[in-house]
């Protein structure tokens, strides 16, 4: 399973970096607004900043909702770092734009995703990752990981190479849970990444260790 953080936030990134296990970042408007970066410019100046962060995909999200906005906002940020992968929402303009991305060869991951049809519409517009929100599902008193369990079955029935990026990931139980399940990616915050590393008996047991080091020297 692929481990993305899901932040702007730079200091964080690079906490999640020093760990060793990050294969990539996910960012979206409102991550970037929580940071303070506005205006075009300081949006891309930041996407760089995370690229030469990091060694795997960044996911950089197009603000446009039409056709040819998509595309041109998509290609100047394609454009601007090998790891940028852009990040478009589930609409109707929004799939046609995948497609046309899959066949320039631009990597994409289709956002927003909250039924298994748009999963297969994604899919088969050749994205590189589709975005199922399941803690949002979660937060509507909807399973979300039923979401990632119909999805990883219809994408095994036809072997689509689409990868499920697990998103709106809230706690370590999401990210076990999405493994059982087979989601390929998960992207969530570095606290439910952390969380995974802890137990209380981890803890009491490296106390006695090293009391009993202690003790004999
Ligand atoms: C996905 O790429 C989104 O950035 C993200 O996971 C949304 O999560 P949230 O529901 O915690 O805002």
């Known amino acids: 399973m692929k481990f993305f953080i899901d932040t702007a936030n730079i200091e964080q990134i690079k906490q999640a970096e020093h760990l060793g ?41 197009v603000i446009s909702v039409d056709y040819d ?80 369990e119909e999805i990883r079955l219809i994408f095994d029935n036809y072997a689509f190479e689409t990868e499920i990026l697990a998103a709106s990931i809230r706690n370590p139980m999401h990210i076990i849970n999405c493994a059982k399940i087979g989601a390929d990616v998960m992207t969530g915050p570095l606290s439910a990444i952390i969380a995974l590393s802890k137990h209380p008996l981890t803890d009491i047991g490296l106390e006695k260790f090293l009391a009993d080091h202690r003790k004999g020297n």
């Open 21 to 61: 296990i990050l294969d990539g970042v996910t960012t979206n408007p409102s991550l970037m607004a929580k940071e303070g970066v506005t205006g075009n410019n300081n949006i891309l100046k930041h996407y760089l900043k995370i690229c030469n962060l990091v060694t795997g995909d960044v996911s950089a999200e």
């Open 69 to 148: 906005g998509i595309i041109k906002e998509g290609e100047i940020l394609a454009n601007l770092h090998k790891q940028i992968v852009v990040k478009v929402p589930m609409i109707p303009d929004g799939i046609k734009a995948i497609k046309y991305f899959s066949e320039k060869g631009i990597k994409t991951n289709c956002t927003l995703i909250f039924s298994s049809g748009q999963a297969l519409l994604a899919a088969k517009a050749g994205a590189t990752y589709v975005s199922p929100f399941i803690g949002r599902l979660d937060d509507v008193s909807t399973d979300g990981l039923v979401l990632i």
